[in-house]
């Protein structure tokens, strides 16, 4: 029962130029520089076979889902939706994005690894040779200062939050799902991101409980939820992020009952993303705990419990 609630995995792992990783065990170890996506959802579909048994009706239909990626650190987990999106001044963003600035005959043979520093030498056309300006770009690492994310969450994942949010401005009944697509793709790469990281999901009302809907092409309803699964790319790094919202912006009780739920789960789980964890222990928790949410929603029957429920 609640497999058919609650069908995928808590997330996966994301890699250089790699957005999923479905032939990578999920019982390898975590350890500090990987970086996951924690997406924990429920999905009520109106055909779902114990339909008659979900005492609470008005969640027929609905489906929320809400993904963040995760950076592994010996410190603990840093969540990017978490994370400062200012990046201008801040050695944030890693020094492998300076590299690809170089021409092609000068980049090093594995240009995506991340230098320890990076020396610019720029001519002063303005006076006589050998005239030149210099700047050294280093990690930064001043724990006085913050915290030394890596090179692994960059501007990828600050320009995919921040299209998100263009889209959910831009969100009114009777637009289609394409549209939406087509803001967020465009709202990336006009500030930075190189492409998309996969065909996004927009989904709306129950739609987005098929999980890899990449249709996009209905109308979007009043009353409904709509779901964006999409990512951007950035000289090589990935990111993989999901949110949910109301079309018409303002939640139903049930719908903001249900976003909350998820939201608590997956809160929840992020916090167990540490060094020596694997990603099925994970997704074990976020099962127990979208089971006890569930069951307050009255979503999931009362009466069942361990195997019977999670079959």
Not at 64 to 72: G, M, N, S, W
Not at 136 to 143: A, E, G, M, Q, S
Not at 246 to 273: M, S
Request: glycine share 8%.
């Amino acid at each position: 029962v609640l497999n058919g609630l609650y069908p995928h995995d808590i997330g996966h792992y994301l890699g250089m130029d790699v957005h999923d990783t479905p032939l990578l065990s999920h019982n390898v170890v975590l350890q500090p520089g990987m970086v996951i996506t924690v997406e924990p959802g429920a999905y009520v579909r109106r055909d779902f076979p114990i339909k008659n048994h979900i005492k609470a009706k008005e969640f027929l239909g609905a489906a929320v889902r809400i993904e963040d990626d995760v950076l592994i650190t010996s410190d603990g987990p840093q969540s990017s939706s978490s994370l400062s999106i200012t990046f201008c001044g801040r050695q944030k963003i890693g020094l492998t994005p300076l590299i690809c600035l170089l021409p092609s005959n000068e980049r090093p043979a594995n240009p995506n690894k991340e230098p320890d520093a990076v020396l610019i030498i720029e001519s002063n056309s303005s006076s006589p040779l050998p005239d030149h300006n210099t700047v050294l770009y280093v990690t930064d690492r001043d724990p006085f200062k913050e915290k030394w994310e890596g090179p692994v969450l960059g501007p990828d994942d600050a320009v995919g939050y921040l299209g998100v949010d263009e889209v959910m401005s831009l969100t009114v009944p009777g637009m289609y799902e394409y549209q939406l697509e087509s803001h967020f793709e465009h709202y990336c790469q006009m500030n930075g991101g190189q492409r998309l990281a996969f065909v996004p999901v927009v989904a709306g009302g129950e739609r987005a409980c098929h999980i890899h809907y990449t249709t996009n092409e209905l109308k979007l309803n009043e009353g409904e939820l709509v779901l964006l699964d999409g990512g951007v790319e950035y000289c090589g790094y990935v990111s993989d992020i999901t949110r949910t919202w109301p079309v018409n912006g303002r939640f139903t009780a049930a719908q903001r009952d249900l976003y909350e739920a998820v939201l608590r789960v997956k809160e929840a789980c992020i916090k167990c993303c540490q060094v020596g964890v694997t990603l099925n222990y994970i997704h074990s928790v976020s099962k127990e705990l979208l089971q006890e949410e569930l069951k307050k929603l009255e979503i999931l029957p009362t009466d069942l419990d361990g195997p019977d429920l999670i079959q």
